[in-house]
């Protein structure tokens, strides 16, 4: 398997303006696979955000190296995809056009991408709300409105920031798999952070563990769970077993701490 | 339902009107009020019907005046709002001077207009101007900065060209701001070319008031005022006729 993410040795210190330093990220190693989906989980405070942006170009680090689809990492670039808790669309554009905002800021040709957006809408389900503002959509759908957006330009890598954070919990089991859908006709790699165990072995072939302040991967854990994942594999043993394996490392780390 | 209960606003309100006007045009002739002091409603619409080609003249005079002033503030106050978010060295030097002049009189200004531009309709747009141009460079200023920085920041994972971050996000979504201002800003502009008019002006309807009242003449004053607040009006309905048109995807009960 070709690597997707390589991270090594990653830390990000805070400086405030009155000296004081905050620890966010210490020493934090991981490779992701090309086309693999990994979650991150840990306490809120783990500095997974701070993770994300630093992969997203959004934040400097502090040491390490960094390097996706086999280039070092240096500021925006345009084969990564980025979501968000919430939906952040622009209330002026209608869905198509917040759809395909990253193709127009790439200066890709917007006629061959509108093909693509119209069919991503279509596959999550909004082929009818196309022509509608933002105001218009259910926080569900402006939810999948922002995927189709991280989507649209083909990126190679996914990053999303606890993206169904903000849905109610059948909303958000619901996109979950229907994010496992567009992601297996997509084929990008994909890093999602996540406070919740059941989502994240429910979505990921593999999930690292981080700890709080300094944030330090504690453990990863391979999850071979048939794939395409249903609902129901929630009951059975082997999903029990890996999220109490992945709870217990947290708490034991909370205990700790 | 929500028709029917619509139409009985429009009713109430109506009915309301009617109802203070006659209880005005009762209570003048109950205990016989001079005409100079407060007149009758019927004596207004008597020079109404009898002067209107005249009273339209001078709303038309009064009209252009806080038209070019209003357009002026506009193009003017948000280009200002832009430079000042965009360069430091306007934000130290054109924002405090904006600050401070905004908390002082600007119709205390309006004499020295006169002696700089003269008497013409020039002195009355600059001074319509000056009163409209702040609340619309504030207003601009807020929608500028005051947007969620999770926003800029998915823009910033994209590019970091402060030219697409203004035009793709920016400035459209300033735009309600603007708005806001200009809905302020249309008020105040005929409330500057008036103040103008009452200092040189020769023709207009702040002059006409100055005029009528200098001769006793209150029903003529009266009507002149109508003609102002029925023009104020019909501005500021046009700001949110244009909100309207140009900002189908804005809905306040929706923002938040």
Redesign the interface.
């Known amino acids: 398997m070709e690597e997707s993410i390589r991270v090594d040795r990653l830390s990000k210190v805070y400086r405030s303006r009155d000296g004081t330093e905050v620890e966010a990220l210490r020493e934090v190693s991981f490779t992701v696979d090309r086309g693999e989906f990994v979650s991150i989980v840990g306490q809120s405070g783990c500095g997974k955000s701070s993770l994300l942006k630093i992969l997203a170009g959004l934040l400097s680090k502090t040491a390490g190296a960094i390097s996706i689809e086999g280039r070092e990492l240096s500021g925006p670039r345009n084969d990564i995809g980025i979501m968000f808790q919430k939906p952040l669309l622009l209330e002026w554009r209608r869905v198509l056009d917040n759809v395909l905002l990253p193709v127009e800021i790439y200066r890709l040709n917007r006629k061959e991408y509108e093909e693509k957006a119209r069919r991503l809408l279509g596959t999550a389900g909004l082929a009818d709300f196309i022509g509608k503002y933002p105001f218009e959509l259910s926080g569900g759908m402006q939810q999948r409105v922002a995927l189709c957006r991280a989507l649209v330009a083909e990126p190679s890598l996914l990053l999303m920031d606890e993206p169904f954070g903000a849905l109610d919990t059948l909303t958000r089991q619901k996109m979950g798999f229907e994010l496992l859908r567009l992601w297996d006709q997509w084929k990008s790699t994909v890093l999602f952070v996540t406070h919740d165990v059941d989502e994240a072995v429910m979505l990921s072939d593999k999930v690292l563990v981080m700890s709080s302040r300094p944030g330090t991967v504690l453990g990863a854990f391979a999850i071979d769970l048939p794939r395409p994942r249903q609902i129901f594999a929630k009951d059975t043993a082997e999903f029990i077993q890996f999220s109490s394996r992945i709870r217990r490392c947290l708490w034991e780390e909370a205990a700790d701490g | 339902m929500a028709e029917a209960l619509q139409a009985r606003r429009v009713l109430r309100i109506t009915v309301f009107y009617v109802a203070v006007v006659l209880l005005w045009e009762f209570v003048t002739r109950l205990f016989q009020v001079p005409d100079w002091l407060v007149p009758a409603p019927s004596q207004i619409l008597g020079v109404i019907t009898e002067k209107n080609s005249v009273m339209l003249s001078h709303t038309l005079v009064t009209l252009e005046e806080t038209l070019l002033g209003f357009v002026l503030a506009l193009g003017l106050g948000v280009a200002c709002a832009i430079g000042i978010v965009h360069f430091p060295l306007l934000r130290d030097t054109l924002y405090p001077s904006l600050i401070m002049f905004n908390s002082f009189p600007k119709v205390a200004i309006a004499p020295l207009f006169v002696v700089w531009i003269g008497v013409g309709i020039e002195s009355k747009i600059a001074n319509a101007f000056l009163t409209a141009v702040f609340p619309i460079v504030l207003n601009t200023i807020m929608g500028l900065t005051n947007m969620?920085p999770?926003?800029l920041?998915?823009?910033?994972?994209?590019?970091?060209s402060r030219w697409?971050l203004f035009w793709?996000?920016r400035f459209?979504?300033s735009?309600p701001y603007v708005f806001a201002g200009c809905k302020i800003a249309i008020s105040l502009a005929v409330i500057g070319a008036i103040v103008g008019e009452f200092i040189s002006g020769r023709s207009g309807l702040g002059y006409l008031v100055l005029s009528a009242n200098n001769y006793f003449n209150t029903p003529m004053a009266f009507a002149a005022l109508l003609y102002l607040v029925l023009m104020s009006l019909a501005l500021y309905g046009m700001v949110i006729l244009a909100e309207k048109f140009m900002?189908?995807?804005?809905?306040r009960e929706?923002?938040g």
Do not use: F, G, T
Request: proline content about 8%; overall charge positive; cysteine-free.
């Open positions: 969620d999770e926003l920041e998915l823009v910033r994972s994209m590019s970091k697409v793709k996000i459209p979504y735009l900002l189908p995807w804005y809905r929706a923002a």
